[in-house]
Each structure stands twice: as structure tokens, then as C-alpha cells.
């Protein structure tokens, strides 16, 4: 193969003519890794099939590279080493020899003379004197006397001793505009003069909370739950009041303009108790 050719494959690699066959591989293996077509998306056939022409290209470059690198040859083995002695490995073992009376591994040995009448091993021994009445181990214990009426260990525990929860954050003022807080429990918070305005409010428990002078333009209240909530002076431009529950709230002086309550002349918002003076309701009268 003439040297023009070589140089080629070497370039598809991004190798320079003469790189070692360790460099052939690994170039082969990072190019083959950015150019495999499962790593392109199968909806772009354009680029899938640029990229198998292109791993096509990579691979005979790779293999004929390989073919002119000549393979180092392995070192001959050596031969096992003999032994320099003339020792046979299979040797037959010599007979073991008698042991000498001097020494016998399986002497028996002298049978133990049982033990002389002035020591018994088995004498049994004298009973324990029972214990004297002036202790007595199984006495029983005397009868607890109830607690005193001046200390009641069951006493239930006033509001006061108990544990009291602890206080939630202040959020007046806050800025929750578009913010998503569906299903969020904001029972009996401070909101007052917050930035609601586009927010989801979607089955939201808002029963007792402070909205006073907060903005709720655009506000999504469907089915939120508003009871005794104090909505002074608040902002509910353009809300959806669908499906929200307003029973004992709060909204005089709200601005109600253009809000959904219902549908034709149907009333979709529980009003029950609630305060509407100086209210402006959707049709743009204020209530009286």
C-alpha cells in the first residue's frame, strides 16, 4: 500500500503519519463513540446515515492500519528448569520404624486409683438452715398508697403547659405572582397586600386568611375554600370565583370587576354571610 494512502487513514483518524498502533486504537474507539449512529436520533435519517458512512470510514482506516502495524512477537517461553540434583520427584517413602521401648506413642496409660475415703468427691451436702424471722426474703411488700388529692399523676395537662405550635412566618407583602399553589394550605396566614396575581389557587385552603388590600387580578380560585377569609379592600379583577366557597368573608371595598361567578344568571360562589359593602361586584355597580 503506497505511503499517500497511509496518510490518509492516518488523517480520517486525526493521527499523524507513524503513530503507534496504541494510538490507532484509541482514536478508533473515541471516534467510534461520537460517530455510532444509535447515539442520533432515529427521526433524523439524514444525520443516522452520515454518521454510518462516516463509522464506515473509521473502520477501514483502523483495519488497515492495523494490517501494516507488524505484531511484536511474544518471547519464547523457557523450558522448566531440571533439577540439579539427580532426586527422583516420585520417591517411595521408607517404612516407618518400630518406636523403641524408650518411647511408645501408644503406651497405655496406668489406671487412676479412685480417691481415699478422707476426700469424697460426691459427699453431699447439709441442708441450709432456713432463714431466721428477723429476715425474711419473701416478705411481701406492702401495698402502695394512693397519691394524695394534693398531686394527681394522671392531672391532663392545661393549654397552657402544653406544647404550643409554633408561629407561621409573616407573608404580607409577598410576591407570588403565577406561582402555582394548588391544593397549598394557607389557613389563617397573613397575606395582606401580597402580589397573587395570576396565580393558581385551584382547591386552595384559604379559610381565615388575611388578604387585605392584597392583589388577586387574574387569580385562578376555582373551588377554593375562602371561609371568614378578610378580603378588604383586595383586588379581584378578572378572578375565577367559580366553585369558591366566600361563606362569613370579609370583602368590603373589593374590586370585583369582570370576575367569573357563574354562568348566565346562575351563581356558581357561596356568598353565604358574606360582607359586600362598597364592593364593586363584576357588572361594575358598587354594592350598597
Known amino acids: 500500500m503506497s505511503s499517500n494512502n497511509l496518510d490518509h487513514y492516518y488523517r480520517i483518524l486525526g493521527l499523524e ?111 441450709k438452715q432456713p432463714p431466721s424471722s428477723s429476715r425474711n426474703y419473701y416478705q411481701p411488700r406492702e401495698p402502695k398508697q394512693p397519691p394524695s388529692s394534693s398531686r394527681n399523676y394522671y392531672q391532663p395537662r392545661t393549654r397552657s403547659q402544653s406544647q404550643r405550635p409554633r408561629s407561621q412566618p409573616d407573608l404580607s407583602g409577598s410576591n407570588f405572582q403565577g406561582v402555582d399553589l394548588k391544593e397549598k394550605d394557607l389557613s389563617g396566614r397573613n397575606l395582606s397586600n401580597a402580589n397573587l396575581s395570576q396565580a393558581n389557587l385551584t382547591d386552595a385552603f384559604l379559610h381565615n386568611v388575611n388578604l387585605t388590600g392584597a392583589n388577586l387580578e387574574g387569580a385562578n380560585l376555582f373551588r377554593a375554600n375562602l371561609f371568614q377569609a378578610c378580603l378588604v379592600q383586595a383586588n379581584l379583577r378578572d378572578a ?28 356558581l360562589v357561596k356568598l353565604t354571610g358574606a360582607i359586600l359593602s362598597g364592593a364593586i361586584l363584576p357588572d361594575g355597580r358598587i354594592h350598597e
Not at 494490517?67 to 518471547?75: A, I, L, N
Open 17 to 127: 503519519p507513524g503513530a503507534s498502533l496504541e494510538d490507532v486504537n484509541q482514536a478508533y474507539k473515541d471516534l467510534a463513540f461520537i460517530w455510532h449512529p444509535d447515539r442520533v436520533p432515529e427521526d433524523n435519517q439524514r444525520l443516522r446515515q452520515k454518521a454510518e458512512a462516516k463509522l464506515k470510514e473509521i473502520n477501514q482506516a483502523r483495519d488497515e492500519l492495523r494490517s501494516q502495524k507488524p505484531k511484536t512477537p511474544k518471547p519464547p517461553s523457557s523450558p522448566p528448569r531440571k533439577s540439579a540434583s539427580n532426586t527422583y520427584y516420585y520417591r517411595a517413602k521408607s517404612p516407618r520404624r518400630e518406636p523403641t521401648q524408650s518411647r511408645r506413642y501408644y503406651q497405655s496409660r496406668e489406671p487412676k486409683q479412685p480417691p481415699s475415703s478422707s476426700r469424697n468427691y460426691y459427699q453431699p451436702r447439709e441442708p
Open 240 to 267: 375565577n370565583l367559580i366553585g369558591a366557597d366566600l361563606s362569613g368573608a370579609d370583602l368590603s371595598g373589593a374590586d370585583l370587576r369582570g370576575a367569573k361567578v357563574g354562568t348566565g344568571d346562575r351563581l
